[in-house]
């Protein structure tokens, strides 16, 4: 049975994925560029230097990764405050697992300064006994390093975690560490990406709704 909950940030909890597009695509249309869907889809869950390193090599931009990051995160960071939005039915999700007395983690490839605003920003900043970003760790995901952070902070075994995501390589990462992962999909890519998840649904209100269900999956024990 799981005895806690990590959550994915970004299209998750927040929607914030229509931000980071917009910032990228401001970033790329200063050198020509064009981001385009197929591209978007393959930084989606990545770190945002591991997006900046795949978008300067895909385009070949006269910027390093660390600069093209800079750039998109002036943009993004300024936006964030008035125009991030939570997504559709994390605040009664929420409600219901503190009422149970989970413990709840974040384990996000946003990195600190971001995902501190994010918190803030959508009212939830004090609500979670764990904060793992991925500028804490020496790889991001598909690696586990993320998750297993996390689980350190909750002080719990990643097998008795469950995991919400929302990216392949977040599923990728969370099942890696050991954790059972649920995915509700980002709805640009197709349900055939998340074969991997031990279970899909389709928003944080389905999983509110199968949450005794979901609370008793877990991992068996690795000999």
């Known amino acids: 049975m799981a005895t806690a909950v990590i959550f994915d940030l970004d299209g998750l909890m927040a929607d914030s994925e229509p931000l980071a597009e917009w910032a ?28 900046a390193a795949h978008l300067c090599r895909r385009y070949q931009l006269p910027l390093t990764p660390e600069e093209a990051a800079a750039e998109r995160d002036r943009l993004f960071l300024a936006a964030v405050p008035a125009q991030l939005s939570a997504c559709l039915g994390l605040y009664p999700l929420l409600d219901d697992l503190e009422t149970r007395g989970v413990p709840l983690g974040v384990a996000t490839s946003g990195h600190q300064q971001y995902v501190s605003l994010a918190l803030r920003t959508l009212g939830v900043a004090g609500r979670f006994q764990a904060i793992a970003t991925g500028d804490q760790v ?12 996390a ?4 002080d719990i075994p990643p097998n008795d975690c469950l995991a919400l995501e929302d990216a392949p390589l977040g599923v ?26 031990d279970r899909v649904l389709t928003s944080l209100q ?9 609370l008793t999956m877990s991992k068996p024990e690795e000999i």
């Open 138 to 149: 020496a790889r991001g995901k598909p690696a586990p390093d993320i998750y297993l952070l």
């Open 172 to 197: 990728a990462a969370a099942q890696a560490a050991g954790m059972t992962c649920i995915a509700v999909p980002n709805p640009r890519l197709p349900p055939t990406k998340f074969s991997r998840a």
């Open 206 to 214: 389905e999983v509110h709704t199968a949450l005794d269900d979901l």
């Open 151 to 154: 689980a350190r902070q909750l």
């Open 24 to 51: 990228w695509a401001q970033v790329l249309a200063r050198y020509g560029c064009q981001l385009d869907d197929e591209t978007l889809q393959e930084i989606l869950g990545l770190r945002v230097i591991d997006s």
